[in-house]
């Protein structure tokens, strides 16, 4: 189960897409296996004792080939207090996601949107017959019909919104096409470096420039009880046109989780099935990473628009489809209705908090997009290491390859990940920043941390894991009040991830203990 890249993203795989469930699940699967650590004597914690214990997992035969990068730093004096290979360049995982969120509030904003429109082109005549074409201008929006947003509207009721905007013109007939122009992001929607077996699944969903649904489908098969034999697909939600499997899924042992696996590339709609799913739950499912989204949007707002009793005598069809076939993207529109996303702080709240994939692709693609005009991944690269460089990080080790860390070729060092949640700490946008981090015994992925230490509801870090991959960065107030801040990773290590949990507890109940 915990071969996927990204070990957190994999055990939410399964679970209801609403922030209530995913919130629960993720403080259940970790909250289930802790117990209550004893308090430290505070009067026997200091550096010494922080490097001690980090030298004596040096020689933990869980560690016998692992490497372990730690830097810590106070806030105040900018001084480092203790740095463990903290210049050696480490996988961190997910928490690539610091640099691309604290980039996208210094460059973007606190109060960014992204913007998608509906436009049309040509005329309107009296009889309620637009000859011309509907257009979805998309923005790069990564929450767009997502449930997890009060007072936005999910799928369906988006669409339907759409189309009462459209109905608003007495708009009655259409003789162009429905079209979905994503040009704002490149085509090649995926990070090279993701692996095949991430793609396909919804945590290794791409980012398009019209996103719907946080890009990911839910694909329920029929109840079987019989060990073994082959699991049968009943259908998808949404339904997706063309979408072919083919399946090589069998039933394993009720209770055995969700161990299938989706390969496809994207814009493909031939897709194959592997692994096992458990027997005898009624209505189990997997989360697979839309195709196109693009078109998706584009199809289901003409259905909506014919059941509405709008005719539509075109097609449904992509800025991206336009282009195989020669034909030019309209460029004199008219707007509709724009509709726009929740605020980046809050988007970037649950990017940190849930580790949404997607989400910090779509930010880091932005990000991109509002520094060069293009919005693409290697853009976005650029625009963040620019923006480091520029506030005096040391870049000699910074590889960044996505912006959410599910490429292993994404690394940094430790004190580099340190220097900037210090550097972070002096800005405009900490507070929003720092209230997007779990905070150890609350919220978000270390829930179940540290419970009865110092480090409960104090400590606050981003969590980064996959195989092979573990790693904490945050904040955390030691026992004499003093704001530190600190970037723990392993790398390469054979102990399982409830080992490496409790060493991670320990070493942050430390910190919270110091004095």
Request: proline fraction near 3%.
């Amino acid at each position: 189960m915990y071969t996927h890249r990204c070990f957190f993203d994999s055990i939410l795989k399964h679970v209801s897409c609403t922030i209530v469930a995913l919130g629960f699940f993720a403080a259940h699967a970790i909250a289930q296996q802790t117990e209550k650590l004893p308090v430290t004597e505070t009067k026997t914690v200091s550096i010494q004792t922080v490097k001690d214990y980090l030298k004596k997992l040096s020689t933990d035969p869980n560690f016998q080939y692992a490497q372990i990068g730690f830097s810590l730093k106070s806030i105040a004096s900018g001084n480092t207090l203790l740095d463990v290979n903290g210049g050696k360049s480490m996988s961190v995982a997910s928490n690539t996601k610091l640099i691309t969120t604290s980039t996208a509030l210094a460059i973007l904003g606190e109060d960014f949107t992204f913007k998608t429109s509906i436009e049309y082109t040509g005329k309107i005549d009296a009889s309620g017959t637009l000859n011309g074409d509907i257009i979805i201008h998309g923005g790069g929006d990564p929450t767009l019909g997502s449930d997890r947003y009060k007072g936005f509207p999910e799928m369906d009721e988006l669409l339907k919104l759409w189309v009462e905007k459209i109905k608003a013109l007495k708009i009655k007939k259409i003789t162009g096409s429905i079209i979905a122009d994503q040009e704002i992001f490149e085509e090649n929607n995926i990070p090279d470096s993701w692996m095949w077996m991430d793609i396909g699944n919804y945590y290794g969903a791409g980012v398009y420039g019209i996103n719907i649904n946080e890009n990911l489908y839910r694909l329920y098969f029929k109840k079987n009880t019989q060990i073994g034999s082959a699991a049968e697909v009943l259908k998808t939600d949404p339904i997706i046109p063309d979408l072919q499997f083919n399946n090589f899924v069998t039933v394993d042992a009720k209770g055995s989780g969700d161990n299938c696996y989706i390969y496809g590339q994207p814009y493909c709609n031939d897709k194959f099935l592997k692994g096992t799913i458990p027997s005898g739950d009624i209505n189990f499912f997997v989360k697979g990473a839309i195709p196109d989204p693009s078109f998706l949007t584009a199809h289901y707002l003409k259905g909506i628009m014919v059941a509405a009793g709008i005719s539509v005598a075109g097609a449904a069809i992509t800025s991206r489809q336009m282009s195989i076939q020669s034909k030019a993207l309209p460029t004199e529109r008219k707007l509709i209705y724009t509709h726009n996303s929740p605020m980046l702080k809050d988007i970037i709240l649950l990017t940190n908090q849930l580790s949404i994939n997607m989400y910090a692709e779509a930010i880091l693609k932005m990000i991109g997009y509002k520094s060069t005009g293009k919005g693409t991944t290697i853009d976005g690269i650029s625009a963040v290491e620019t923006y480091w460089k520029s506030k005096g990080l040391s870049m000699p080790g910074f590889f960044m390859a996505d912006g959410c860390g599910l490429s292993s070729m994404s690394t940094f060092t430790a004190n580099q990940m340190t220097d900037i949640l210090k550097i972070t700490s002096a800005a405009k946008y900490y507070n929003a920043f720092k209230a997007s981090l779990p905070i150890a015994g609350v919220s978000g992925t270390l829930s179940g941390f540290c419970k009865g230490t110092a480090a409960e509801n104090n400590l606050c870090a981003k969590s980064g894991n996959m195989m092979r991959v573990s790693s904490y960065a945050g904040y955390v107030k030691n026992a004499a009040g003093e704001l530190l801040c600190f970037t723990l990773s392993f790398n390469n290590f054979g102990a399982d991830n409830y080992v490496i949990k409790k060493k991670v507890e320990k070493v942050m109940s430390l910190l919270a203990e110091m004095k």
